[in-house]
Each structure stands twice: as C-alpha cells, then as structure tokens.
C-alpha cells in the first residue's frame, strides 16, 4: 500500500502500535471483564496528539490527513476495539461536525479542549424509534425567546458519559418533510433537563461507554444551534461518512488482529500429529480471509484517500465500512473456531476479538443501510 503513504505515516504507525502494545494490550482482558471505560489512557492518548490526528494545528491538532486517522484506528483495533470506537466516535462524531460546521466562536469554545482530551464529545442521533431511518427524528427544539426548549431522547450513544459537549439532532421545523426540519444542538451535559442513563451492558465494546440520555424540557441557549438552522440531517449524514471509514478502518484493524491470532494458534496448535494449518479446511480458510482482508483494505486506504482528495465519498466509505465489517465478522468467527475450545475461554483474546466484532455490522449505518446507499449512488451514476 506503498502508494498512499509518506514516511509521516510509517512513523505515526509505529508510535500507535507501540503505544497499543505497552499502554493498551496490558489492560485490554480487564477492561473489558470488569466492563471498565478505559479514563486513564485518554489524557495518554491526547499527548501523543491522537484526538487530533485530522484536525489543523491551529487547535493543538496535528494537521495530518484522513489517512493517518484511519491508520491510528486500525492499529488501535488490533488491540482493543473499545479504545478504538472511543477514539473514533470522539474524533468523526463528537468533534468533526463542530469542525466542519461550528462557528468561529463554536470552534474556539471547544476545539482546543477536545482536542487535548479536557473532555471527550458525542454523537447523538438514534433515537428509539429513529435508528436506521435516522431522518425520523422525535426529539424536538421549540424557540423560547433567544433560548432553545428541547424534549426527547436519544439511545445508544457511545461517549455519553465522558462528554463535555453533545451533539444532537432535534425537529426545528415540524412543518417540513423530512429529513428537512432537523438541526443539531451542541450541549452541555450539565445543561439542566441532561439526563444519562446508565451505561448499557452490551455483547462487544464492553470498556467503551454507551448510553441512553433524555432531555426534559431543557433549556440551551441559541448559540448553542450548530451553524445554520434546518439543515442538520445534512451535517450529521456529512459527519456519518467520515465516520464510516473509522469504522471500516477499525473492522479492518480487528480482522487482522483476529488473524494474526489465528494463524500463530494454527501454526502452534498440533492434532493427529500435523500442525493445524496443515488440514485444508483451516489452512485454505486462513488464505481466503487474508485475502478478503487485503480487499478490505483496499478499500479503507482507498476511500480515506479520497477523502483527503476532497472527492465525494459516499460510496466509497459505504464501500469500505461494508466489506470491512463482515470480514471482521467472518475473520473473528474463524479465530475462534481456530482455537477449538480455547477459543471460547476468556484468557483467549480471540473471544474478546468474536464479540467485538457484531457490532461493525449494525453501528454508523447497518450493512443493509450500506447497501441501501450504495445502490443509490450507483443509481445517480446511471
Ligand atoms: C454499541 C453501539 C454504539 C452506538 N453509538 C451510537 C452513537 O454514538 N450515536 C448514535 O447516534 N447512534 C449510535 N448507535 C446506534 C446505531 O447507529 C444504530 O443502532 C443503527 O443505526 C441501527 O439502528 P436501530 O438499532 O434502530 O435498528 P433498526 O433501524 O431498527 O434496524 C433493525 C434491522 O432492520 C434493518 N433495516 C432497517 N431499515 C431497513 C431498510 N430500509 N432496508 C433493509 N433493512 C433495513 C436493519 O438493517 C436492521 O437489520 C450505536 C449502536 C450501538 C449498538
């Protein structure tokens, strides 16, 4: 992959493997036994610039490109998918849209402060009964004066409880049809009416922080609204894309770590007297799956390059996030099975790496939602 990278890039990966390998690898098992948000690695992360890889220095980022965010997330996820979607939601959904979209004075309220990891940002978007139709939005902002009344709730949002800042979406224009009408609100989650939930109990990503908020008639002031008023479907779905391809880079990441494990297991792990690579249905499956991961990354370097061209993405990020999520899905069930047994034990990290990976398939837009914008990019290019 020699054709998309500078010696920049090498440097970054080495310095983020090693730092995944001596600060992550460590704690990764207790992390995620005792279900544990890993507070202490993000002053860690924030001082090797890691929180803002793609943001320009002006902000205390590193001003590097999408493709070095993408490596970052992807050597993460080697390790530790937790600590990867922590990262990656903080970076594409928290603090991007305030970036693309923020007014100076948004920009300078919390750029510097996210970007240092005073506090990390969240992406509130899902609501009960608005997942995949995201544009069915319930949550609503009705003026009151210069103020802003919001009502409403939203589910499943990863950081919720080590935000400082919250971006949401709420109906400003009822009368519009939607996905029309919506804006989004940067808030304080000291706002009063701010409630958190507690942190969901969840299959994978156990050491990441998801949970459920609820606003009761809470009050925000109108600078508060995220750049211009009605077009917030539009800022979060702008925002989505860039998170797709940090999903996709952290499917990519998790395939390869499940990989790595299953290849040095079968090269270890003997039976009937031959290593077990050696029997064809585990060394033939062990060839397919690198190559379904080489293909993966393809995709994932090439969309992030894209993006960094300034091209529309859209396909290619729903390109990228759908391959790269079902081979990570495919390549963790196959580590397991690899390991026999040990596989199902938790002292395996294989087992960690199986429940991890369901959720790259539903999270930033189901594989079918990636299809469903696929297609629909092909059907403009008719
Ligand atoms: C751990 C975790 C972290 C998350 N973090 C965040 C976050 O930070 N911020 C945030 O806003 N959201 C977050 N989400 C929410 C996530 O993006 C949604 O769960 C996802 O978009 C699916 O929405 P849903 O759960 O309502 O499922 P639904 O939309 O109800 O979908 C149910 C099923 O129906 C299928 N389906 C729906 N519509 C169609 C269609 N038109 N065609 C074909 N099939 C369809 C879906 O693919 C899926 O299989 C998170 C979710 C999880 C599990």
Redesign the pocket.
């Known amino acids: 992959m020699k054709q998309y990278f500078q010696e920049e890039h090498y440097m970054l990966q080495d310095m983020v493997r090693d730092f995944a390998a001596n600060e992550v690898a460590p704690i990764a098992e207790e992390l995620d036994r005792e279900e544990r948000f890993p507070k202490e690695l993000i002053p860690k992360l924030a001082e090797l610039g890691l929180l803002g890889i793609p943001f320009p220095e002006e902000y205390g980022g590193a001003g590097m490109d999408t493709l070095a965010y993408t490596l970052v997330i992807e050597e993460l996820a080697k390790v530790d998918s937790s600590v990867a979607?922590t990262v990656a939601?903080h970076i594409s959904?928290g603090t991007y849209p305030i970036f693309l979209f923020g007014t100076k004075e948004q920009k300078s309220l919390h750029l510097e402060n996210l970007i240092s990891g005073k506090y990390l940002a969240?992406?509130?978007?899902?609501e009960p009964e608005?997942?995949?139709?995201?544009g069915g939005t319930k949550t609503t902002a009705v003026r009151d004066g210069d103020d802003w009344i919001i009502n409403g709730s939203?589910?499943?949002?990863?950081?919720?409880g080590y935000s400082g800042v919250c971006n949401l979406t709420a109906v400003t224009d009822p009368t519009s049809k939607r996905p029309g009408g919506i804006s989004v609100f940067m808030v304080d989650p000291k706002t009063p009416g701010f409630v958190v939930g507690p942190s969901?109990k969840?299959m994978g990503?156990r050491a990441?922080d998801?949970r459920a908020l609820t606003f009761e008639n809470m009050r925000v002031p109108g600078d508060a609204l995220l750049g211009e008023l009605d077009v917030g479907f539009k800022q979060m779905m702008a925002a989505l894309v860039g998170g797709r391809i940090s999903v996709a880079a952290l499917s990519l990441g998790l395939a390869e770590g499940a990989l790595a494990a299953a290849l040095k297991y079968a090269e270890e792990r003997e039976a009937f007297g031959k290593k077990i690579h050696r029997f064809q249905g585990i060394g033939f499956q062990l060839s397919e799956i690198a190559t379904e991961i080489e293909a993966a990354k393809h995709l994932v370097y090439y969309a992030s390059y894209l993006k960094d061209q300034g091209e529309n993405v859209v396909k290619a990020a729903a390109m990228a996030k759908l391959k790269a999520s079902e081979i990570a899905v495919r390549a963790t069930n196959f580590a397991v099975q690899v390991h026999g047994g040990y596989g199902y034990i938790k002292e395996f990290q294989v087992e960690r790496f199986f429940r991890d990976a369901k959720?790259l398939t539903?999270?930033?837009?189901?594989?079918?939602?990636q299809?469903?914008v696929i297609l629909k990019q092909l059907l403009k290019g008719l």
């Not at 608005?130 to 995201?134: C, F, M, V």
Request: hydrophobic share 40%; proline share 0%.
């Open positions: 979607i939601a959904l969240c992406f509130g978007l899902t608005a997942g995949s139709d995201a939203k589910n499943f949002i990863t950081n919720a969901e969840k990503w990441s998801t959720v539903i999270g930033e837009g189901t594989s079918e939602v299809k469903l």
